[in-house]
């Protein structure tokens, strides 16, 4: 970055130019009123089915039955719409987490923010892998070069230039040496501070922003397979609706009363919850990941977590802190002393190779190294005379391909003495101190040893110069070797736990690094990492076949000295080898690897803007603890989905059952459409609400991965399903038919059966709340919207039974205690089956339908 830059906008004004401009963001697309959500409902297959069965009644000539469905359309609206906002809250909260970020210079300070709050005016620093921001003039540019393709079509980057005094443009993208750069291009190479000059929809990108808009999402597979089921059971129900009507109309003598059975099985059949599910799941649970750190920015990546059977993640920063500490120092003659902290008193012995480490290091350091070595010299040298802070930086050798070490000449208060410092690789400051081969095979074996350790090594050289000619490199100065400085990446305090959890959960962690092999087997013991001695390297991997990589997959743990592009031959390896691949990366060559992982993980911090668009999720936080935080979320979220559908699927047995089986057996019709709509009150909270709420499992990282071919619709899924609902199917037809055949009237039967569907219900939302443990394990487990849901059905059955007025709108007669209790009895043996077929079940491998 440049070294200087402008102090930019105070706060207050910044504030006020984002009121006047408006956010920096494209015009979204005019979210719909209330009369857009209205004309939806009016859409919806259930809403024109409860106009038909009311005009229906009219035409009967029951006018409450027909006011009673007519209200029921207002509630419908109001389930309606409390589902959109709380879908629409949480992507919105996703919207804000996703927008771009830019780094600024407010009031003279550099701050990141969202890119949606910059502002004309503002100062943004722009750094390789950048997305800009928006529309902005050059200040200052060095080796700049942007990838305009997005605007331009034209896939080769263009170079850019400081403006020159007076030139203030306009310009268009495209085009070599241009002091301009354009919302939505990519800075390829390079770095530059430039000063925003057009915001949002003023920006070239803006202009053409109603063309982007119009890009449609394609459905995920979980969505298509779905919406495929959905077709499948509602062409069923249309058949069997053809069906009732005409039995009804030419068995029971009355085309009104067999459309109004047809009707009503219509509403019971319609399996309208199965896409209300998929889509409040997602948004919910993308929101519930972003509460742990994390930011979902493709949906599918949700779907597929539960699935992932490795992971594949870099060691700096993922695993460590990317804080570099001082470890270790070592004299001349081999002394090694520990360094615990800054504060740590070090004997004098070391005192001088910390001296020098501290000159070699930059004055104001940005490389954690040299902040490491200056905090440490600057706590234990403090007093010792030997910080020397009076002093100048008179002349500076960097480090090259040829040499590399780092060397400083520092002007003392004496004239023309100065002193001279160096530090870099060992190899390295062993020839510019010309060791003799004993002292350099010595200093090399103690490299070896530091660096088993994990621990990244440094050699320390000093020299004096008199006078101010300055040799032309380094190896003209006549350096004393000092010793070595041994520094620490330290690993995350929750590696550990997160790395067994994984074990635990049959995911393979795999460590991809550039560090040396000796290095990364190191780390990778003391993270816990299984077979850590498995280490292959970038040379061994560049000489493999497809097949030699294939069969070395299964045993290696750790990949060092890796470049991006074997990367993605590693993910691609891996995927073909039938794992599901999550892979972490952050800079702009990881964007090939994200992109091929079923499962891309984005660095938010250190991360570019590339990685992150590249990617299915972005790690808030750049720790290993919360991808796996985002497993264990992303199992639950399925498992979820599984239990809500599985629930759908049981419900509308009986449900659709018992709108046929009175016409098959003589019955009087035990359902009417106000009966199902009862019911539905109970079905769309439940599936909504209640299950999108249900934790996870005990046991739920204690299993191995998802299938990568296992269906949400699979056999063994519609069996356990099937036969709850039949079930309850049975409990309800028993309770109907004894009663009946007892001479009880048809509404007391009426009243009794339709408690036991309620309470049976219920006990299928128990049922299904886990598809592995039992009602008396998920009992235990609080789920206070499962509560409220339990609490107003129970309330609303205890109103439509002893109200008189609801129950002639339902057509029950009262009943008494016995009824009562053999409704209930009734659905308590048939959740006692559905518990018994589940476990009967669960335990066998699920055959693909």
Known sequence: ?????????????????????????????????????????????????????????????????????????????????????????????LRELSSPRALVVRGGVQVRIAGREVVPGDIVLLREGDRVPADARVLEASDLSVDESLLTGESVPVRKRAARTGEAGPFAPGGDDLPFVFSGALVSAGYATVEVAATGARTQLGQIGGALQGVTVSPTPLQQETARFVRQFALLGAALCAIVVLLSAFTRGGWLEGLLSGLTLAMAMLPEEFPVVLTVFLALGAWRISRSGVLTRHMPAIETLGAASVLCVDKTGTLTLNRMQLARLVTADGAVVQVDGPSDALPSSVHEVLEFAALASEPDPFDPMDRAIRDVADGVLEGTGQLHRDWSLAHEYSLSSDLLAHTHGWRTREADRFVVAAKGAPEAIAEICRLPSAAREAMLAQVGRLGAEGLRVLGVAGARQDGTAWPESQRGFD????????????????????????????????????????????????????????????????????????????????????????????????????????????????????????????????????????????????????????????????????????????????????????????????????????????????????????????????????????????????????????????????????????????????????????????????????????????????????????????????????????QRLFQFAPIGLAEAAAALGAALAAVAVSEVAKAALRGKPAPQA
């Open 479 to 806: 350096f004393r070797y000092l010793g070595l400085v041994a520094m620490v990446d330290p690993l995350r305090p929750t590696v550990g736990r997160a790395i067994e959890e994984c074990t635990a959960a049959g995911i393979r962690v795999v460590m991809i690094t550039g560090d040396y092999p000796v290095t990364a087997s190191a780390i990778a013991r003391a993270a816990g990492l299984p077979n850590a001695g498995a280490v292959v390297s970038g040379l061994q991997l560049a000489a493999m076949s497809d097949a030699e990589l294939a069969a070395r997959l299964p045993s290696a743990t750790v990949f060092a000295r890796m470049v991006p592009t074997q990367k993605l031959r590693l993910v691609q390896a891996l995927s073909a080898s039938g794992e599901v691949v999550a892979m972490t990366g952050d800079g702009v060559n990881d964007a090939p690897a994200l992109k091929a992982a079923q499962i891309g993980i984005a660095m938010g911090r250190r991360g570019t803007d590339v990685a992150r668009e590249a990617a299915d999720l972005v790690l808030l936080e750049d720790d290993f603890d919360s991808i796996v935080k985002t497993v264990r979320l992303g199992r639950r979220i399925y498992d979820n989905i599984e239990n809500a559908t599985g629930y759908l699927v049981a419900v509308h047995i009986p449900t659709a059952g018992m709108a046929v089986l009175p016409l098959l057996a003589g019955w009087p019709m035990m359902f009417f459409p106000v009966h199902i709509v009862f019911i539905e009150f109970v079905i769309d909270p439940a599936c909504s609400i209640a299950f999108e709420a249900e934790q996870e499992d005990d046991g739920v990282m204690r299993r191995p991965p998802r299938p990568r071919t296992r269906r949400l619709f699979d056999r063994q899924a519609l069996a356990i399903a099937a036969l709850q609902g039949l079930a309850v199917l049975v409990a309800t037809a028993g309770v109907y038919g004894v009663l009946l055949a007892m001479d009880r009237t048809a509404d007391a039967a009426r009243a009794a059966a339709f408690a036991c569907i309620v309470f049976g219900n219920l006990g299928l939302i128990l049922c299904n709340r886990s598809r592995t443990e039992s009602i008396l394990r998920t009992w235990r487990r609080p789920n206070r919207a499962m509560g409220w849901v339990f609490a107003g059905t129970l309330a609303g059955l205890a109103l439509v039974l002893t109200v008189p007025l609801l």
């Open 1 to 93: 970055m440049p070294a200087t830059a402008p102090a930019g906008l105070d706060a207050a004004e910044a504030a006020r130019r984002l009121a006047a401009h408006g956010p920096n963001e494209l015009a979204a697309r005019e979210a719909g009123g209330w009369w857009t959500l209205l004309a939806g409902v009016l859409r919806e297959p259930m809403f024109m089915l409860l106009i038909g069965a009311s005009a229906v009644y009219f035409l009967l000539g029951d006018l409450e039955e027909a006011i009673v469905l007519g209200a029921s359309i207002g509630v419908v609206v109001l389930i309606t719409l409390y589902q959109e906002r709380k879908s629409e809250r949480a992507l919105g909260a």
